[in-house]
């Protein structure tokens, strides 16, 4: 009998391709939003701890000079955060549209198989029936011919 052969296999090997590269993706877009949101985390107690030393330091009494420096660098620490905000805000973005290309993908893969299924299961019906006349064939065959009440003269 035929072995079954589907005539969507590529196509299936191509949407399989395309679900790994959105799924690669969806998670590079994760650990882009983590990576953010541990520089957010990072920057903000940077900037708590620089805010700390400012107001001790204001406290014990500092030269102007020395005061505007470290409020100079406050300044850029929060500069760094607002980046950082900035930053993760984009990573969070670029999620939802990473999620659907991936969910898209699978769908779209999904579909392929069904075909696939459905042409296999159409194969095996007609292998059966190509089997089951093989066999009544065969059986006639054993009997020999039939004979009617017209035939038996």
């Known amino acids: 009998m ?3 052969r589907s005539t969507l296999q590529a196509l299936l090997t191509v949407r399989q391709r395309q679900e790994r590269l959105a799924m690669e993706r969806y998670s590079e877009a994760l650990q882009a939003r983590q990576r953010a949101a541990t520089a957010l985390s ?3 107690q940077i900037r708590v701890q620089a805010s700390e030393v400012l107001k001790q ?3 014990t009494g500092i030269q102007a000079a020395e005061a505007m ?3 100079s660098h406050y300044k ?3 500069t760094r955060r607002d980046a950082a905000q900035h930053a ?3 990573a969070e ?3 939802p549209p990473a999620l659907k290309a991936m969910l898209t993908a699978r769908q779209q893969r999904e579909a392929v198989e069904e075909c696939i299924t459905r042409q296999r299961e159409r194969h095996q019906r007609d292998q059966q029936n190509q089997e089951r006349k093989l066999l009544d064939e065969l059986a006639l065959r054993r009997r020999g011919p039939v004979r ?3 035939n038996s003269d």
Do not use: G, P, Y
Request: a positive charge; aromatic letters at 8%; zero cysteines.
């Open 76 to 78: 850029v620490l929060e």
């Open 57 to 59: 330091r204001l406290s």
């Open 69 to 71: 420096r470290e409020q």
């Open 2 to 4: 035929r072995r079954f």
């Open 93 to 95: 973005n670029a999620i």
């Open 88 to 90: 993760l805000t984009v």
């Open 42 to 44: 990072t920057a903000d």
């Open 148 to 150: 009617t009440f017209a």
